[in-house]
């Protein structure tokens, strides 16, 4: 299904909101398992003078029924091409966890491959460092997979206690593991986007100085946030966040 963006059509991207004048462009990836739906919520109370679109990965949601991806830089392939195709200029980009490498690797391609203009402003990166992952989450049993997903507070509890709801959601979640497991950072010139990153103080799956390292990954201007919360402190501290995130948006970028 395709959705209209812009002037054009996309089948990834999915506008939360958009207005006559907007300041700046809002690229929301989601996180491993995560659809859209998820940051539609977590894009309430963005200042509204940002539009916000929010990425649909293939294989959930209404894109169920799409072949999931086959690596992390297939994935940001498609996704660089369709925001350089909306001619949306000068995007922030902002991805959590698995969204993060998609970020990191879509602005790669904006700068390089795709239109000037679209070459993003300022990137986002949050819940995750560049490090090769030492899991292999994604070869785990299934209840092993749910206890993961449980512990890490990314399901309300007892969620996945549904058979059919089980067996909807965790072949998604298993293939982004897969990505995740299986990504490997390709040398490349930095970025010259600004980067800020996000990191939760009670994350169990990276610290935050492991996500501090994005910033030998720009020759733009770096600053990094730590948050109350697990690995899912978005959605602990929604306001927190979507404070840092118009600190981010504002005239002063990442300095204010």
């Known amino acids: 299904m395709l959705h209209n963006v812009g002037n054009t059509t996309s089948p990834s991207l999915r506008t939360v909101r958009s207005t006559l004048s907007a300041r700046h462009r809002l690229v929301m990836l989601p996180h491993a398992g995560g659809g859209a739906s998820y940051y539609r919520r977590l894009a309430t109370g963005i200042a509204p003078d940002v539009d916000v679109i929010v990425v649909q990965y293939p294989g959930r949601e209404d894109r169920i029924d799409d072949s999931p991806s086959d690596s992390i830089i297939a994935l940001a392939d498609s996704i660089a091409r369709e925001i350089s195709a909306t001619e949306m200029d000068a995007p922030i980009l902002f991805g959590h966890s698995m969204g993060a490498l998609v970020a990191f690797e879509v602005a790669r391609r904006l700068e390089s491959d795709g239109r000037p203009a679209s070459a993003p402003h300022h990137v986002v990166l949050s ?130």
């Open 127 to 256: 819940g995750r460092g560049p490090q090769p992952p030492s899991s292999t989450v994604h070869r785990s049993s299934d209840d092993e997979l749910v206890r993961t997903i449980e512990e890490l507070g990314a399901t309300p509890a007892g969620l996945l206690d549904d058979a059919d709801i089980r067996a909807m959601l965790l072949g998604p979640i298993r293939d982004d593991y897969r990505l995740v497991e299986t990504y490997r950072l390709e040398p490349a010139p930095p970025l010259t986007a600004d980067i800020t990153t996000f990191a939760g103080v009670d994350d169990p799956t990276v610290e935050p100085s492991a996500v501090r390292a994005w910033q030998q990954m720009t020759r733009g201007r770096y600053r990094s946030e730590v948050f109350p919360g697990g690995h899912f402190f978005p959605a602990e501290n929604t306001d927190t966040f979507r404070e840092a995130l118009d600190r981010v948006m504002s005239p002063r970028g990442a300095d204010s």
